[in-house]
């Protein structure tokens, strides 16, 4: 399954309700999470968003990448699974 999406150059105040309520306009939002910083609690400028299926993930991807949210630019793509870090 692709439904998950991957939300970069989130603005520093956006939350994950604001994520939420943005992309339910694209269907079902299941996830809404926005990535912050272990020592900080600030956000890292990027989230990730699940939908409830992969033709509502590609219409969010169509309809928001590379669009203004809160005055900003954002990239939306499907998220790539994450790669095992080995030392």
């Given at each position: 399954m692709n439904n998950k999406l991957f939300v970069g150059s989130i603005p520093w105040k956006t939350t994950e309700d604001d994520l939420r309520a943005t992309f339910a306009e694209f269907g079902t939002v299941v996830s809404a999470r926005i990535i912050t910083d272990k020592?900080?609690?600030?956000?890292?400028?990027?989230?990730?968003?699940?939908?409830?299926?992969?033709?509502?993930?590609?219409?969010?991807?169509?309809?928001?990448?590379?669009?203004?949210?809160?005055?900003?630019?954002?990239?939306?793509?499907?998220?790539?699974?994450?790669?095992?870090?080995q030392a």
């Open positions: 020592f900080t609690g600030k956000s890292r400028g990027f989230g990730f968003v699940e939908m409830s299926n992969d033709d509502e993930a590609q219409a969010a991807v169509s309809g928001m990448d590379g669009k203004e949210f809160q005055g900003r630019p954002i990239a939306v793509s499907i998220a790539r699974p994450m790669e095992n870090k």
